[in-house]
């Protein structure tokens, strides 16, 4: 989770990447993605397509389990969660730190039977010359941010 709105530039958003198993969404693989927004609306903005992931079993080691995409990795209880616990990080982190300002911060968490465990809490530190890079943006392709893609729309051939 990011405090800030990635795709939006908004500091208030919220940026969250989840995926299936252990160490997914940091190792790469291509995670559920949400913006939470300052006024409420979550935006899926990815849905998580690994195939496969890794459970770590209680009597060790680890194991890949294939996944199926029936479900969503988050539900709604889990999102409104992490919207609160990121308000928790930006008031309670400058305090224990006795820095200013309230973020951005870079947090690797988890759910297990949708109770939260936190691992690390760091700032986010922004890479300011990728943002300015023309050959980045030469291969960024331009998103129209109002189109809206039915989910019930059925084709027929």
């Given at each position: 989770m990011i405090?800030?709105?990635?795709?939006?530039?908004?500091?208030?958003?919220?940026?969250?990447?989840?995926?299936?198993?252990?160490?997914?969404?940091?190792?790469?693989?291509?995670?559920?993605t949400y913006l939470l927004a300052e006024?409420?609306?979550?935006?899926?903005?990815?849905?998580?397509?690994?195939?496969?992931?890794?459970?770590?079993?209680?009597?060790?080691?680890?194991?890949?389990?294939?996944?199926?995409?029936?479900?969503?990795?988050?539900?709604?209880?889990?999102?409104k969660d992490l919207r609160t616990m990121a308000q928790e990080i930006r008031k309670e982190i400058p305090k224990a730190t006795g820095e200013e300002g309230d973020g951005p911060?870079?947090?690797?968490?988890?759910?297990?039977n949708d109770k939260i465990w936190l691992f690390q809490i760091r700032p986010f530190v922004e890479n300011k010359n990728a943002t300015s890079s023309n050959y980045l943006e030469s291969i960024s392709p331009t998103i129209d941010g109002n189109k809206k893609i039915d989910l019930n729309y059925t084709l027929s051939f």
């Open positions: 405090t800030k709105g990635i795709p939006s530039g908004n500091d208030r958003d919220i940026t969250v990447a989840f995926s299936r198993g252990a160490g997914g969404a940091v190792d790469g693989q291509a995670a559920e006024e409420g609306k979550n935006s899926l903005l990815s849905p998580a397509r690994e195939p496969s992931y890794r459970r770590l079993p209680v009597s060790g080691g680890s194991k890949m389990i294939y996944a199926s995409f029936e479900q969503p990795i988050l539900n709604e209880q889990n999102l911060y870079d947090v690797e968490l988890g759910f297990t």
